[in-house]
């Protein structure tokens, strides 16, 4: 069974550019999340998308958007990059009900803004 | 306010000791409890999870996990631990009718040989 795919592995872009990641999730989830891990703070949520629809967003400016498309797949975009958006990206998927069943992630994408 | 704490951002163990990491939570109700590892350079791998049932949960990796209710705990353990154990672990809670899950800080975990 393939895994969740995130692309691209690494993203450099320059302070005021937009940034576009994206993600697949497991075969049958429904449920795709977006989480920043920036050093050392941790693992913060951004969004969550099932069937289609944006289920919850975290504490960050709407400049960080996205969407799911059809085949559950994700996009998240950050527009307006500030320095301090250079992180870790992860993607988890899973089956809905988002509390009763773990989440797998993919590898990440990491994104730095000079 | 819901939230997850691991109290210790570093936790180092002699290969062959058990090791213990710690989880504490605030949610609303019935909590759903979660284990992840991450290796350098991945994502995050799941470990456990205590949705109800027995106290003492197994995972992958000879670990395990007891969900104390009385302490709002809910500890990962493991009886020998391995140099190759050595990753940083994540703690997370969820309740029924919560729309995302909350993470712990992350407790980076050192196995010596």
């Known amino acids: 069974e393939a895994g969740v795919t995130q692309s691209p592995t690494h993203l450099i872009k320059t302070r005021g550019q937009q940034a576009t990641l994206r993600c697949s999730p497991i075969?049958?989830?429904?449920?795709v999340y977006w989480y920043q891990q920036a050093l050392g703070l941790g693992l913060q949520f951004l969004l969550w998308?099932?069937?289609?629809?944006?289920?919850n967003r975290g504490n960050f400016p709407p400049r960080f958007s996205g969407r799911q498309f059809p085949n559950y797949s994700s996009e998240l975009n950050v527009n307006a990059l500030e320095l301090e958006d250079s992180a870790l990206y992860l993607c988890a998927s899973s089956f809905s009900e988002l509390t009763l069943h773990e989440q797998y992630f993919g590898p990440g994408t990491r994104l730095t803004v000079t | 306010a819901q939230s997850v704490a691991q109290p210790e951002d570093q936790v180092n163990v002699a290969e062959g000791n058990p090791l213990t990491v710690k989880c504490t939570y605030s949610?609303?109700?019935?909590?759903?409890l979660f284990w992840y590892v991450q290796y350098p350079n991945r994502g995050l791998q799941f470990l456990l999870k205590?949705?109800?049932?027995?106290?003492l949960v197994k995972g992958s990796y000879g670990f395990e996990a007891e969900f104390n209710k009385s302490q709002t705990s809910f500890h990962l353990k493991k009886p020998s631990a391995l140099v190759s154990d050595s990753a940083l672990y994540f703690c997370?809670?969820?309740?029924?009718?919560?729309?995302?899950?909350?993470f712990g800080s992350g407790t980076r975990l050192s196995i010596r040989p």
């Open positions: 997370a809670a969820g309740y029924s009718s919560a729309s995302k899950i909350i």
């Open positions: 075969s049958g989830h429904t449920s």
């Open positions: 998308y099932d069937e289609g629809e944006e289920r």
């Open positions: 949610v609303s109700g019935n909590p759903y």
């Open positions: 205590y949705i109800t049932g027995d106290n």
